[in-house]
Structure formats: C-alpha cells, structure tokens
C-alpha cells in the first residue's frame, strides 16, 4: 500500500525539529566563537528568556503594522529563540508536540469554562496567583 501523502507543510514543518537537533548540538559543543547559539546559552537563561520576549515583542509589532512579509522573518526569529529556549530548559519538540496533540479537538472556550469551574470548588482561579503555594 502507498503511504500516506502527509499534507502540505508537513515535511517542511520537520524544520524544526532539525533545528532542535542543531541548537542542542550548539550546547554541548558550547563554542561560543561560531555559534551564536552556543554564545546565547553560555549567557544564562535570563537571557535567553529576555532575547524571546525581544523577538515576541517585534513579532506582535509588525503583526500590528499589518506588515506581512516583515512578520514572516520576525517569526523565524521568535521560533529560533523559542527553540533555543527549550534547549535551554531541556524541553524536546516531542514534549511540545505531544501537549499540541493531546489539546487537539478540545475547545479553548470549553477548556477555559472547566477550569472555572474547578476553580470555583475552593481550588485555583485561573489567573489567580494569590492562592499558588
Ligand atoms: N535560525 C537561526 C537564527 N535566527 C536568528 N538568529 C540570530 O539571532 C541573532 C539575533 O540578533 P540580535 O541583534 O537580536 O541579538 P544578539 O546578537 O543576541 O545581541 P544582543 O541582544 O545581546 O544585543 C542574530 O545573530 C541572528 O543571526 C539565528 N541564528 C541561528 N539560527 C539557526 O541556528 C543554526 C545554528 O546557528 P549557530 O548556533 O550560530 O551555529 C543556524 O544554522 C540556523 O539554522
């Protein structure tokens, strides 16, 4: 039997799982004068964290400015740092996939209303902090 045609994207999405591959490999080889992922962990996770903010920040402004193509590079940018990120917490793209897969056919609107509602036996509001441990 032919295999299935996987749909379009699809191959292309695998990008970023390679990417992952490469960034981590960047870690553990940790040489900071050719890789500007190397050079980005040895700095700390602040900043690695800082630098995703940066590139969601510029994202959602030409998200605003209604600036398609610059949107497209900003978003490379924002994924690059947000696999960077995961290397950094020692996140693998499967861990992200699966919760992606799991939340498949689940109604955001539906899964906000249940948690209300477990929140409103005495648990956690959603948003709430006060009550966290
Ligand atoms: N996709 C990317 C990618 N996107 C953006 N960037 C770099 O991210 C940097 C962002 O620059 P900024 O000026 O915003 O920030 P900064 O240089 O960290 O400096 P400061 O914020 O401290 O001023 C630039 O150097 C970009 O080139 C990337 N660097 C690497 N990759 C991928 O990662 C792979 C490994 O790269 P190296 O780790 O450099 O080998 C590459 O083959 C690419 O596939």
Redesign the pocket.
């Known amino acids: 039997m032919a295999p299935l045609d996987p749909g379009p994207g699809v191959a292309e999405a695998a990008v970023l799982d390679r990417?992952w591959e490469?960034?981590e490999e960047?870690r553990l080889s940790g040489d900071s004068t050719?890789?500007?992922?190397?050079?980005?962990l040895a700095?700390g996770t602040a900043?690695v964290a800082?630098?995703l903010g940066?590139?969601a920040v510029e994202a959602v402004i030409e998200a605003m400015a209604g600036n398609r193509r610059a949107l497209i590079g900003e978003s490379?940018?924002l994924?690059?740092?947000l696999?960077v990120t995961w290397v950094d917490a020692g996140i693998r793209p499967e861990d992200v996939w699966a919760e992606l897969v799991r939340r498949e056919g689940i109604s955001g609107i539906a899964e906000k209303a249940a948690r209300q509602n477990f929140s409103s036996a005495g648990v956690v509001r959603a948003g709430d902090t006060t009550k966290l441990p």
């Open positions: 990417l490469t960034v960047r050719t890789s500007h992922s190397a050079r980005l700095r900043k800082q630098k940066e590139e490379a940018d994924l690059y740092h696999i």
